[in-house]
């Protein structure tokens, strides 16, 4: 769970609906609790996130358990567009063999990750790893 800039609220979990309405393991929250349905997430995770982050730009990124976001290939790290659309700027290529449980975005704008892994993208890697805002790694930690 996240708290936005503007006070809607980012969810990811085990749930596959809410309040009736189907939403794979992610959805956004009026400050009220009413769904936000401005976040198009269409299928959604096919197993589900353990954290999500709000960036500055207003992107979302998700690292969790997940091979799939919305039936394209998302190996446990992915950004989204703040209307759940995939950031293609992201290019995680194959991304991690494991979980991703924690991510930290530096001062630099490095995201550092942490999790059950020991490669991302092929390149080994136990348990953490720094990579480039692109999605190339960057193994200068």
């Known amino acids: 769970i996240t708290q936005q800039s503007d006070g809607k609220i980012l969810c990811g979990g085990s749930f596959t ?7 794979n393991r992610i959805i956004r929250l009026n400050s009220n ?4 349905t401005s976040l198009n997430t269409g299928t959604g995770f096919n197993y589900y996130p353990n954290v999500i982050l709000q960036l500055s730009d207003g ?3 998700v690292g969790g358990s997940f091979t799939s976001y919305n039936e394209t290939s998302a190996n446990r790290i992915i950004r989204l567009n703040s209307n759940g659309s995939l950031d ?9 063999n494991g979980s991703v449980s924690i991510i930290i975005i530096q001062s630099d704008s490095k ?3 942490g999790g059950s892994f020991t490669t991302y ?7 953490i790893v ?12």
């Open 17 to 23: 609906s809410y309040n009736g309405t189907s939403a």
């Open 33 to 36: 609790g009413s769904l936000d």
């Open 59 to 61: 992107k979302i990124l």
């Open 88 to 96: 293609t700027s992201l290019n995680t290529g194959t991304g991690f």
């Open 111 to 113: 995201i550092l990750c």
């Open 121 to 127: 993208q092929g390149y080994s890697s136990y348990n």
């Open 130 to 141: 720094r990579i480039n805002s692109n999605g190339s790694i960057n193994n200068c930690i």
